[in-house]
């Protein structure tokens, strides 16, 4: 069984930054894209980004290109989200997930919180 653990997230005034990790167990996570997903109050939840097995390929949503940076290191079976300059509109809880083994994952969520 597969499980996703974020952490991370807390409240952090506009322009400040927050990293959000997510460990994964098991030891097949080296071999899968791993995302990041973000749900506002009252909101849907929405895609943010992706890393893929090597690392080098990354996606960003538009609203948060140039602001988030995704990572992962293989060894630890972690994946990251470096959150700069971070706004209002970025309070949201933000989930991990991975669609593994042909099963989609979701870590409970961290919970981040930007005060203007």
């Known amino acids: 069984q597969v499980q996703l653990v974020e952490s991370g997230g807390g409240l952090v005034q506009a322009g400040g930054s927050l990293r959000l990790s997510c460990a994964v167990s098991g030891n097949i996570f080296s071999r899968y894209a791993m995302n990041w997903y973000r749900q506002a109050p009252g909101k849907q939840r929405e895609w943010v980004a992706t890393i893929h097995t090597g690392s080098s390929t990354v996606n960003y949503a538009d609203s948060v290109k140039g602001r988030f940076a995704v990572s992962r290191d293989n060894a630890k079976n972690t994946v990251y989200l470096q959150m700069n300059n971070l706004k209002p509109e970025d309070t949201a809880v933000y989930y991990c997930?991975?669609?593994?083994?042909?099963?989609?994952?979701w870590g409970q969520g961290t919970q981040v919180t930007v005060s203007s």
């Open positions: 997930n991975g669609f593994i083994a042909r099963n989609d994952y």
